[in-house]
């Protein structure tokens, strides 16, 4: 009987220390993806510095040579590698929410990690291509018809980088809803997640309209405002990531 006694205090404690230790992991990773947020946000702030203190290009030769410069180079390079920490990031919260609806977490982070592998190849094209390859030929060439190629091949990279952005932005614009019911409202922590979710999809909801000839902002007012719209959308996802707790879920 004593034995009996003791195998099964030996079992309690063994499973207590197992759901400390995944509660201790689980935290580990949101405060990981919390900080990697607020370091994106710094990124983000820096690209909003590079395009003010350029400017707006007068044509696409001074866009394509605007691109070369170390500063731009350098934003690019940072975005680049930041979206491998939103996919950190959304990877984290989903599987926060596995326990709650496995079908609605799998769904979320399909749709987040296809915007991620879009933006991956888009941003390495962009940076290796398009800042870095091309404006070395553009300057290395004498003739303007040399020229008017290389800035050809430039302006139907963004053609087809535009296009592009409607299955990049329709992918998270779904697995947005998917996480808003992910969560529920109580308790109040919550809410500062499922504001965030539901911003981004108020804007890339209004964002893909466009593709449809309905444009309720232009695009140079999108842009303005666009650094202030991370910050409503980041800052409190940062604050659930650092603030929530595994009794939340």
Known sequence: MSSLTTEAAQ???AGTLFTSNSEQRGKTFRIAAGVLVIIYICVQAFQNYVFSA???PANAGEELLQGAASLHVTRSTLMLISIFALIFMWWVICVQGI???SFLALIAFFGFFMFGMFEVA???VELFW???QLPAEYLKATGPLVHAAILDKFTTFQSIQGALYFPLMFGPFL???AVFFLFPSSPRIHRALKFTIAFA????GMRLLGYAGIHLVNDATYMKFYFAMVLIEYLPRAYWLFRVKDDDF
């Open 54 to 56: 350029f400017g707006v």
């Open 201 to 204: 999809a108020a804007r890339t």
């Open 11 to 13: 079992s309690v404690s």
């Open 175 to 177: 697995a947005y809803f």
């Open 130 to 132: 398009t800042q870095i």
């Open 99 to 101: 326990r709650r609806n």
């Open 122 to 124: 888009l941003r390495s």
